[in-house]
């Protein structure tokens, strides 16, 4: 089995900061992607941030130049950096990571979801 557990979500002022980190474990052969996305009430779940085993990135429109995803291969652990939180930021964020396990070839795990809250 393989868990992801979150952690950082919390109550910030419009401008603030807050940091998200995400770690799996269990029987864990190698992590490829690894990634943040939100959610919000009666909408899609929507991509925040991506990045790769290697390092590559790529973000929503919505964060460019706002939040900064990170992670740390030997601790198979996620980062997201969210700089400059906006009100409408306000949802719940989940981390996801594509595992591959001594139960599964490949499977797209999901943590239980952590809310930010931006007050303005």
């Known amino acids: 089995q393989v868990q992801l557990g979150e952690s950082g979500g919390g109550l910030v002022q419009a401008g603030g900061s807050l940091r998200l980190s995400c770690a799996a474990s269990?029987?864990?052969?190698?992590?490829?992607?690894m990634g943040w996305y939100r959610q919000a009430p009666g909408k899609t779940r929507e991509l925040v941030a991506v990045?790769?085993?290697?390092?590559?990135?790529n973000y929503a429109d919505s964060v460019k130049g706002r939040f900064t995803i990170s992670r740390d291969n030997a601790k198979n652990t996620v980062y997201l950096q969210m700089n400059s939180l906006k009100p409408e930021d306000t949802t719940v964020y989940f981390c996801?990571?594509?595992?591959?396990?001594?139960?599964?070839?490949?499977?797209?795990?999901w943590g239980q979801g952590t809310q930010v809250t931006v007050s303005s």
């Open positions: 990045i790769t085993s290697g390092g590559s990135t």
């Open positions: 996801n990571a594509r595992v591959r396990s001594r139960a599964r070839p490949e499977y797209d795990y």
């Open positions: 269990g029987s864990i052969i190698s992590i490829n992607g």
